[in-house]
T-cell receptor
Framework: GQSLEQPSEVTAVEGAIVQINCTYQ??????LSWYQQHDGGAPTFLSY????GLEETGRFSSFLSRSDSYGYLLLQELQMKDSASYFC??????????FGKGTRLSVIA | DAGITQSPRHKVTETGTPVTLRCHQT?????MYWYRQDPGHGLRLIHY???????DKGEVSDGYSVSRSKTEDFLLTLESATSSQTSVYFC????????????FGPGTRLTVL
């Protein structure tokens, strides 16, 4: 089967950098995605990694190491609006995404 | 934003009654999905569709059925609602492949008393 592990909660200070880790176990791994969800809202797509390395999109970056079955989401220059839940999701073959249970990020002043 | 709507947005019903949730898309995407989201469990896939009349089960399909008679509509039915089905239900769509980026609807909050 497939499984993902990510921390349940992370707290960071406004303006700082935070890293949210995700480890996964799956067969036929194709890629890792990240989604953001604000309280009361719907999940929205943030990033996708199919190859090893770092992908940068503005203040957000996502990293993948296929050999370690590990990835992370890096948020820089944290803002209060970044307080949300973040989900990693694996893509394997032609099957639907499997989501982790999510990491709740709290940004404090 | 992708054109996805869900109806109703909120519903309160009683145990044992049938409930149908509707997902409607205007993007002509091939794949449609139904998830439920509960505290501590993240997003769990109920059923998904890879084309008109083509559906498959997800991780938590017991007690749910789906139908897709048109590309744009994907219905989720609880034949006899139970309190354990109280949840927030999200519909999502993707094009191309089942693993492609998914776009989510606004969600339906269902309470079964």
């Amino acid at each position: 089967g497939q499984s993902l592990e990510q921390p349940s909660e992370v707290t960071a200070v406004e303006g700082a950098i935070v890293q949210i880790n995700c480890t996964y176990q799956t067969s036929g791994f194709y890629g890792l995605s990240w989604y953001q969800q604000h309280d009361g809202g719907a999940p929205t797509f943030l990033s996708y990694n199919a190859l090893d390395g770092l992908e940068e999109t503005g203040r957000f970056s996502s990293f993948l190491s296929r050999s370690d079955s590990y990835g992370y989401l890096l948020l820089q220059e944290l803002q209060m609006k970044d307080s949300a839940s973040y989900f990693c999701a694996v893509i394997s073959g032609n099957t639907p995404l499997v989501f982790g249970k999510g990491t709740r990020l709290s940004v404090i002043a | 934003d992708a054109g996805i709507t869900q109806s109703p947005r909120h519903k309160v019903t009683e145990t044992g009654t049938p409930v149908t949730l509707r997902c409607h898309q205007t993007e002509n995407h091939r794949y449609m999905y139904w998830y439920r989201q509960d505290p501590g469990h993240g997003l769990r896939l109920i059923h998904y569709s890879y084309g008109v009349k083509d559906t498959d089960k997800g991780e938590v399909s017991d007690g749910y059925s789906v139908s897709r008679s048109k590309t744009e509509d994907f219905l989720l039915t609880l034949e006899s609602a139970t309190s354990s089905q109280t949840s927030v239900y999200f519909c999502a769509i993707s094009s191309g492949r089942a693993g492609d980026t998914q776009y989510f609807g606004p969600g339906t909050r269902l309470t079964v008393l």
